[in-house]
């Protein structure tokens, strides 16, 4: 006995190869999402003694700034020229210190972005749906918001 199969309208089949593709990207850019946070997990972990250091040097240069502004002496003026070269030589440090996890993570990043800002549009004017711009939430995600801030 011969099988018959289902022929599918060449429109309905149109759609259903965009939407696969669109799904596609989708998970393509979530995936592109979660390995660059990752990746930024393991750098702040792996960069946790340079941060620190560049954290203290600008609380120094803040304290060191608000002296010189109360007590404008050249001590005070030295003093926080000295602090605010420290701070730079140490931000200097940290940006050395993620130069090999930021070489990994900016191609995601930049992913990411072509995706949202160029393949999602696109994609989705291809399905008919073209993005506009919003100016207000949906109910579902201010609903979401609300429910994620409470958890």
Known sequence: MAQKTAQIPKEIS????????????LAERTGY?????????????KTEKERKV????????????????????????????QVQKELVD?????KKAREPHMAKITPLRRAVRYIDVVAVPDALKQLGSPALPRFSLSDWVS???VKKKKD
């Open 54 to 81: 560049v954290t203290d040097k600008g609380k120094s240069v803040k304290e060191a700034f608000t002296t010189l502004i109360e007590q404008p002496t050249k001590q005070h003026s030295e003093n926080f020229l």
């Open 33 to 45: 999402m979660f390995g660059a946070k990752a990746l930024s997990t393991t750098m702040s972990e």
């Open 143 to 145: 609903k979401a918001i």
């Open 14 to 25: 149109k759609e259903l190869t965009l939407l696969r593709g669109f799904r596609d990207l």
């Open 90 to 94: 140490a931000q200097k440090v940290n």
